[in-house]
């Protein structure tokens, strides 16, 4: 079987290996040159996947997994397409459906009968059938159900473990017909293998549900509950604040009864998925008072942990202030909407002098993007902020020596459970 992936992103990419692994003849897509001559070198791309290397390394020389600019080509020689193109929002928080648009166009033009094209893109409720559907119907003359075949799977992993992540969750598929889903059931059964999980409703691997839509709303449930639940804890750690008690110490009682879940509180939540998804939700469904609440919430933390820095430190103006870990979650080295940059922000619009550390960064990477990183020499930093929970941090502080000016860490993910790595170095937390 041929199958072309269309973007050979961080999670495309590792997809497309995962096909060929299983025996098909994989085209990969990206209108980025120069991924798609590394993928044909053997060499990945973007680093710290694991064993991408491993897997790019022999496919490249048995020519299992061929990369190229050109989509249109790749998909007609293909059986199967699957689209892994980001979405993202724009200013207005309305979806910017420009890139996969364009790639959706190209997958019209080599669309051929009999091939399936499914959607793994986290996508707004309807999308898959309403508009790609259409657009593929158009420029091909072509019938979906009949000539050819549409499916949407929402994608369910995390970089730096989708092929450990590919196995471990069930993979959810909708048609926009039966026999769309039908098709995609089969195709993801033949190239994808599942743990067993025991604990589930039902078994895990290919789970159909009845619609595309419904498929959608999947990924869109599971993050936007996630977004939610960080909203929760994080108005538990404001109200903490207020009454001087610890939230972590709460939520540990509280979740020792197994009905209650709630997450941890924070300085921001990043990544590509949870501030993104719930606003596709919204965009759906903009009477969700609840998901606009937790998402306000969540983009306000970083202003809220300045707040605590005001009133416990007092005026940063002409303060030299160290931000620990620019990433978005720890030991992954990825700058998706992290909470580092509005920090930044917010601090420099304050007065302070800022510079930033993070253990998976060069200098120069820090610098393009606009983060100055902090020099070898810590002795004239006033307060250190910590954004990202890297476990080096618990030696990089232990050395009290290097932090003669030191006065307070503003602990934003509860690195240190609220004791001081510093003695004589006062410690806040964010509910704490």
Known sequence: ?????????????PLAVQFAN???QVYGADINQTTVDLVNQGREPFPEEH???????????TKKLVASTNTTDCVSLSEVVVVVVPLFVNEKAEPDFSAIDSATIDIAKGLKKGTLVCYETTLPIGTTRNRFTKTL????NLNVGEDFFVAFSPERVLTGRVFSDLRKYPKIVGGVTPKCATIAENFYKHHLDFDLRPELSKKNGVWVLDSSESAEFVKLAETTYRDVNIGLANQ???????????????????NSQPFSNIHQPGVAV????????????LWNDSSATLVSSARETNEGMPAYLLSKIRKNFGELSGKMVLVLGASYRPHVKELAFSGVFELHKLLINDGATVEVHDPLFSR???????????ESETSHIDVIVIHTAHSEYLEFLSHKENFKSLTAIFDGRNLFNGVS??????????GQ
Do not use: R, W
């Open 364 to 374: 120069d990477e820090l610098a393009k993007v606009g983060l100055k990183a902090v």
């Open 51 to 61: 064993n991408l290397q491993e897997y790019l390394s022999k496919l490249a020389e």
């Open 270 to 281: 990043g990544g590509h998925c949870i501030p993104i998804y719930p606003k596709f939700y």
């Open 1 to 13: 079987m041929n199958v072309t992936v269309v973007g050979l992103g961080k999670i495309g990419l």
């Open 137 to 140: 119907e158009s420029i091909s």
């Open 421 to 430: 790595p510093i003695s004589g170095v006062k410690i806040y937390g964010i």
């Open 22 to 24: 299983k025996g098909a």
């Open 236 to 254: 538990f750690a404001k109200f903490a604040d207020k009454i001087e008690v610890n939230v972590y110490e709460i939520l540990e009682a509280a």
